[in-house]
């Protein structure tokens, strides 16, 4: 095995961890304070999260190059900081 393949799904496995349990206080916020940009944090981050398993999903199970995972991922990841940069700008209102 590879060393480094292993540290890369170590971090993708941490990435995921901690994505979720921000899309879970985030959606728990949303459900008290019924915030559009509680709503918008939590989907962004799940679309950032949810990009690091879909690029190693793509490598590992679909046989997909490392550049087409990393662009999977990347654009995963780019909607999800959009959405919460949107987030941030209706809390701005």
């Known amino acids: ?3 480094s393949l292993d540290v890369l799904r170590g971090a993708q496995a941490f990435v995921l961890v901690f994505g979720l349990v921000i899309v879970t206080f985030a959606g728990r ?5 019924k915030s559009k940009s509680m709503l918008l ?3 962004g981050f799940a ?4 990009g690091s398993v879909l690029g190693g999903i793509a490598f590992e ?3 997909a190059d490392v550049t087409t995972a990393g662009a999977i991922q990347s654009v ?7 959405i919460i940069l949107l987030s941030l700008a209706l809390k701005m209102d």
Do not use: K
């Open 41 to 43: 944090l939590a989907v």
């Open 29 to 33: 916020s949303y459900t008290r304070t």
């Open 61 to 63: 199970l679909a046989g």
């Open 1 to 3: 095995m590879d060393l």
């Open 47 to 50: 679309f950032a999260s949810i």
């Open 76 to 82: 995963a990841q780019a909607v999800g900081f959009l």
